[in-house]
Structure formats: C-alpha cells, structure tokens
C-alpha cells in the first residue's frame, strides 16, 4: 500500500527540491534532495548499508521546516473556545471545506427540507449570520473554499445553494472541483486560518462528525496551511460560476 504523504515545506526558491514530507501513517520524516552518489564521499558514511540512500539538503531546510518535538501533542479546544476565534480575530478568516458531507448538516432541519424540495432555507439572524456579517462590516476578509465531488453529493449541493447566505453576509465564497484539488495536491484537511499565524484544524469520525478542533500555532506549519489556502483560493471559482456549472451538467 502506498505511503500518505504529506508535504512539509521546501526552502527552495523555485518551489522544486530539496523538500520534506510527513508519512501520515508512521510519522517518519521523507527528506528529497540531491543524491549524494561519488564513491569517496559514501567511503567516509558510517553504518552506510547496501540499499541506503545519501540526500544533500541544506542545514536550513531540517531547521525550518523539521518536527521541533519527537512526540507532538496537539493543542485540543472545545467549541466554545473555538467560537471565539470567529470575535477574536483581527482581519481575515478562511476556510478549506474537504469533506464529501458534514454530519451537522445533515441534523439541520433546513437539510431535510432541502431533500424534499431542493430549495436551501437560512436565518440572516441567527448568532452566526449576525457575527459574520459584523465582522466583515469592520473591514475583515472571511473566504472559503468548498471543494466539490463530480457528481455532488447532496450535501455539497445543499452547501452550494447555502452559498447565497454565506455571501449575504459577506464572505467570498469559492469552489473548486475535487480532481483539481488532488492535481494541486491539496490536503484532504478541514480547516480554519485565522490572520495567517492560527490555524484552527478541524478533526471529523468517519460519519462525518467532528471529533475536535486541534490549534496550531507553529509557525511552519501555519506556514504550509497558508500555502494550501493560497493554491486553492488561486484556482477556485467563484460559487455563482460554479453553481451555474453545476446546473448545466444536470
């Protein structure tokens, strides 16, 4: 089976090699760089084996972008204090939507509307419609990035109709084809940036429940988020274009 790798970070400065990647399933650590390969140099490696492989990466790049502990322990806040981060943050927010459905939806009684008659209903006064839309009144950026399965599921469908109250409230709202995002490399990760120095990762169960929200604070690691939100917010289409792509299809 294959590895599920996840990229790092690379200090290069034309994006390509030497770079590290996290295995998601054993946590070790995938250096790619330049093979050290003259016999006099491989002479001098101790407990250099048949097999072994010598990579040439600069000292910076394990600096910078290296685990900074053997054993991480995730920083896990409950939903109030995750709340928060939405009243608290000073000038942007944003969001990449990975999953194929979201079990708080699907609870939601406009969900099961929306089965039976296909149209999204929203409140504009409920507590999170009426904090979005103070906080993007001050001046704040909040954007999202839903990325969408060919076909739709139902909830991404539902989701895209929700759009026109996430826009109602002032927040721009993308999406992006799932085929896209896997030719980006785009993590399959649900998560929150607040002012590019937060990251708020959002855990989910295999019914699509979330588990826990995970704050990370690292600055390499936000720094790899940021560089998600950035190829995907490149290429994602704005919902009113997407939706109608979506409808043509039909």
């Known amino acids: 089976m294959a590895r599920r790798l996840r ?32 016999p006099l140099d491989l002479e001098q490696l101790q407990h250099f084996s048949a097999g072994d492989a010598a990579i040439i990466v600069p000292r910076e790049l394990l600096v910078n972008w290296g685990p ?15 709340g928060k981060l939405f009243e608290a943050f000073e000038h942007s927010a944003w969001h990449l939507e990975s999953r194929r459905g979201y079990a708080s939806d699907q609870e939601d009684e406009d969900y099961r509307k929306f089965l039976e008659t296909g149209t999204v209903t929203w409140d504009l006064e409920d507590a999170w ?12 950026h909040i954007g999202r990035v839903r990325i969408v399965d060919n076909p739709p599921t139902s909830s991404q469908l539902y989701l895209l109709g929700y759009s026109q109250c996430n826009a109602a409230t002032g927040e721009d709202v993308r999406n992006l084809w799932r085929a896209d995002a ?6 399959a990760e649900d998560f929150w940036i607040f002012d590019s120095r937060l990251v708020a990762l959002l855990n989910f169960d295999d019914t699509d429940a979330l588990l ?8 390499a690691e936000v720094v790899r ?26």
């Open 212 to 219: 826990n929200v995970e704050l990370i604070t690292e600055p």
């Open 182 to 187: 896997e030719r980006l490399h785009l993590p």
């Open 7 to 38: 990229f790092r970070g690379t200090d290069s400065k034309q994006g390509g090699c030497p770079a590290l990647h996290d295995d998601l399933g054993t946590g070790e650590i995938i250096v790619q760089g330049a093979p050290l390969n003259d």
């Open 68 to 82: 900074k502990e053997i054993d991480r322990v995730p920083e896990i806040v409950d939903q109030e204090e995750f």
């Open 129 to 140: 419609c009426t904090n979005i839309r103070a906080q993007t009144t001050a001046g704040k």
């Open 225 to 250: 988020y940021c560089q998600v939100r950035d190829a995907a917010w490149h290429h994602a289409i704005p919902y009113e274009t997407f939706a109608a792509e979506v409808s043509a299809a039909e």
